[in-house]
């Protein structure tokens, strides 16, 4: 079996979930960049078992449960009120404001 790891000692950003990212390189909101683990990791068990901090999902439950949303961040001002042909011309690129 799959699973996520989320970060609930750290709460949530705004409402969603802190989820282990890919490589142990901190945590993410986004799931594309959250760490799949399986059951039988070792790696897994040890984080998965500090259930202080911790709590480990299905994957398959949590992908069900996800929705797509908008990043406020990565939407520009400047493009408001433009026609959805022209709006990606003024789209900020993911990663940087």
Known sequence: MKYYVQRHASGCVGNCFLWWRKGGNGYTCNLDDAEVFDGDDARFQS??????????????????CAHRHVDHQYVSDDAKGIRTANAEHHARPMGGI
Do not use: L, V
């Open 47 to 64: 984080i998965a078992k500090d259930g202080s901090k911790y709590t480990a999902w299905e994957k398959d439950y949590i992908d069900a």
